[in-house]
């Protein structure tokens, strides 16, 4: 059973770091992908930005591009999403996912099979 573990959320001020990481177990995840996706209060689960998990494609949402950046250590089953000059923003419940996929990446949440529990980012003015 495919399992995904958030952690790394937490409290910064605007202009901080946090780096969340997405620990997968469960098989192997050749010909996956991994999203991380973002849910404010009262607004729908957005895109954030994907990975391939075997050739390291990558995609950023605008919002994020330049700031964030998605990250995977394939011995570790891990993904990571580095995010710098945070913006209140991106407060959020961040969750990763993953899926099968063949030489494309997913941004829609429907797309994705399965889902970790999320890590708040709290980010002050």
């Known amino acids: 059973q495919v399992q995904l573990v958030e952690s790394g959320g937490g409290l910064v001020q605007t202009g901080g770091s946090l780096r969340l990481s997405c620990a997968a177990s469960?098989?192997?995840?050749?010909?996956?992908?991994m999203g991380w996706f973002r849910q404010a209060p009262g607004k729908d689960r957005e895109f954030v930005a994907a990975?391939?998990?075997?050739?390291?494609?990558?995609d950023h949402a605008p919002s994020v591009k330049g700031r964030f950046t998605i990250s995977s250590d394939n011995a570790k089953n891990t993904v990571y999403l580095q995010m710098n000059s945070l913006k209140p923003e991106d407060t959020a419940v961040y969750y990763c996912?993953?899926?099968?996929?063949?030489?494309?990446?997913?941004?829609?949440?429907?797309?994705?099979?399965?889902w970790g529990q999320g890590t708040q980012v709290t980010v002050s003015s």
């Open positions: 990975i391939n998990w075997s050739g390291g494609r990558t």
């Open positions: 469960g098989r192997t995840f050749v010909n996956y992908i």
């Open positions: 996912a993953t899926t099968f996929a063949l030489g494309t990446l997913y941004y829609h949440t429907d797309e994705y099979q399965y």
